[in-house]
């Protein structure tokens, strides 16, 4: 990755907002994407040179890598308003979870087991290779993650090699030591499952600043 390379961030909540401080710190070309631009002001002037902001349209066209930071049930109506040719050829990052709260805390899922939000965002997305990334972790440790008992490697799935290859590279840049590639985008359907399971081990421990390692 180079101190050019320009990222687009559709989604302006805390998960959307971090990522973007987090890549603008890093030297990337930032545009934060929201239905309501103008809200974006004091997010922009925080972080200042490197950042922008824009419609989700915008922000899909400006990335050479776009990341989809939007809640799960708002994801796809996101990506019609962003415009899919905007993301033809592109890596996606897809740190989405299709989090169903209508019984409140802790979520179950919108979807899962047979499909994932990943894969729908992939079918809606056909020239663009989806990668799966950031959603099994707090958004305050998306970006130079600090774990007591040292940084585990970013799972991620993806059914394209070079963009998990370049995803990886990403993550070494953001201060991950290194990606743990689980397959294909089939995958997603489990990753995502892993969310309501680290919510409620968030809840047994306290704290919503911790990640899953795998263990030898």
């Not at 959603?135 to 970013?154: A, C, L």
Request: charged residues 25%.
């Amino acid at each position: 990755m180079t101190a050019k390379t320009k990222v687009g961030i559709l989604g302006s909540g805390d998960v959307g907002k971090q990522l973007g401080r987090g890549f603008a710190r890093h030297g990337y070309e930032v545009m934060l994407g929201s239905r309501d631009p103008k809200k974006l002001a004091e997010w922009k002037k925080e972080v200042g040179a490197g950042a922008s902001t824009g419609s989700f349209a915008d922000a899909a066209r400006h990335g050479e890598i776009v990341i989809l930071a939007t809640s799960g049930a708002g994801t796809e109506s996101a990506l019609d308003l962003a415009g899919p040719a905007n993301f033809a050829g592109k890596l996606v990052l897809d740190a989405t979870n299709p989090l169903d709260f209508s019984r409140g805390m802790p979520p179950g899922l919108l979807v899962g087991t047979t499909d994932s939000l990943s894969e729908r965002v992939q079918r809606k997305l056909p020239q663009a290779h989806v990668v799966k990334c950031f959603n099994t972790v707090g958004n305050v440790r998306m970006i130079d993650p600090k774990f007591k008992e040292g940084n585990p490697p970013m799972m991620i799935c993806g059914n394209d090699a070079a963009a998990k290859k370049r995803t990886e590279e990403v993550l070494k840049s953001l201060g991950w030591p290194a990606a743990l590639d689980i397959g294909n985008l089939e995958g997603a359907r489990w990753l995502e499952a892993l969310v309501p399971l680290w919510v409620r081990t968030a809840q047994a421990l306290g704290t919503f600043e911790h990640a899953f390692a795998p263990v030898r």
